[in-house]
Every structure is written in C-alpha cells, then in structure tokens.
C-alpha cells in the first residue's frame, strides 16, 4: 500500500528479458536517486510510476524488479531505457497518510490532452477510458502515474487537475506533454463502494424477479 506521495525520481537504465519458460516480461535496472534503502530489503515493494513492483535485488545506487509481460500491457512508461520514473516506497501502518490510499494496481491509461500554465501551477487535463470514468469525482483523488492529486473538474471522459509548482519540482510530471500516455489508478474507496452498488442492485433486481 502507498500514499501517493513521491519520495525520489528514479531512472531505468538497464532492461533485460526474463529468460526463463515460467515468466515472460523484463528485469528493470532502476537508478534510485534520493530514495533511502537504509530499510529496504528484498521482498519489499516499492511504486514505479505509480505501478506496485517487487525488489529482486539490492545495489549501493540501484534495484532490480521483475516485470511480466501483463503488467507491461496494461501500464505505460516501463520500457523505456533512460525513462525518469516516480518512486515511492510501500507505507507503514504508522506512516502519516499524506495523499491518498493507493494500492499500486493500475487501472487503465490515460492521455494527456492539455499541460499548459495557470498562474504560478500549471493546469494537467486527461482524457481517461470509458471504464474508469465511474470512479471519477470533482476534488475526489485520483493517482496518475503514481502521484496523488485531486481532480478540480470533469467533462465527458476528461478531468482536469491543477498541478503547484512543490509538486512539479518533486516528480516527473513536470515531463507531460500532450499526447503522452500516464497510469490511472482510481480511488480505492469509489471502486469499492461502486461494487457494493452493484451488488445491492443484483440482488434488489433478483428479488424483483423472483416476486413476478
């Protein structure tokens, strides 16, 4: 689990096919930048773009994870050799839960449609899939490519986002440009009350159903 709050930016330098007949997909070399590895041990999660990935291996000034061919399909940006990339390490209990409760499980991609200035931010505009579009609420919180923030307006299948400058100086989002494809991770909140909806609608129609 993570809160969408950015510790560093990382670098993928090295990628590598997995050469095995058990997993298809890549071994991802990430340079680590500012994050602190002083508790960080193989086995432990950490965010990467906004996309939960497993620590393999441990070196003084980079990690390995193991990437399948799935979570490759379905993300954006961790195929690419040279690509800046968010980093965040998995919460503690304990932590203080600054942005939002993300489990690192993207939900779809989405296209940037405008980045340009307002004011001393800069306004972030998405166009996002018809899937994710339930979960998507005025000042609700949304992930996008692992970063937590909070949408100020939505029109059709595009929610606008207003980005300030600590945030912009602090991840890669200062990067976007129209056209460029980013990770959506929905709140989990609204994904779990829709299902709960769902369900209570299932069964109100199936009594329904069963009474006529």
Avoid: W
């Avoid at 061919?69 to 919460?91: F, I, P, R, W």
């Avoid at 606008?160 to 890669?172: D, G, R, V």
Wanted: hydrophobic share 40%.
């Amino acid at each position: 689990m993570f809160t969408g709050i950015i510790e560093a930016i990382g670098e993928i330098y090295q990628i590598k096919p997995i050469e095995n007949s058990t997993m298809h997909g890549m071994h991802l070399s990430i340079k680590a930048g500012s994050l602190d590895f002083g508790d960080v041990k193989i086995g432990d999660s950490i965010a990467i773009n906004g996309i939960c990935l497993t620590v393999t291996a441990l070196h003084a000034s980079h990690f390995i994870v193991d990437v399948s061919q799935e979570t490759l399909n379905c993300t954006y940006g961790l195929d690419h050799a040279g690509a800046a990339v968010n980093l965040e390490k998995a919460m503690r209990l304990s932590d203080r839960l600054g942005g939002h409760l993300v489990s690192g499980h993207v939900d779809a991609t989405g296209t940037v449609v405008k980045f340009e200035p307002a004011g001393e931010c800069f306004q972030l505009t998405i166009q996002a899939p018809q899937p994710v579009l339930p979960y998507l609420a005025c000042k609700g919180s949304i992930a996008v490519n692992g970063v937590s923030l909070t949408i100020n307006a939505i029109e059709g299948d595009r929610f606008s986002i207003n980005l300030i400058p600590h945030t912009l100086a602090n991840t890669t989002l200062h990067k976007l440009s129209p056209g460029m494809r980013v990770n959506l991770e929905t709140d989990m909140l609204a994904r779990y009350v829709a299902r709960l909806l769902n369900i209570q609608y299932l069964k109100d129609n199936s009594h329904e159903n069963q009474c006529h």
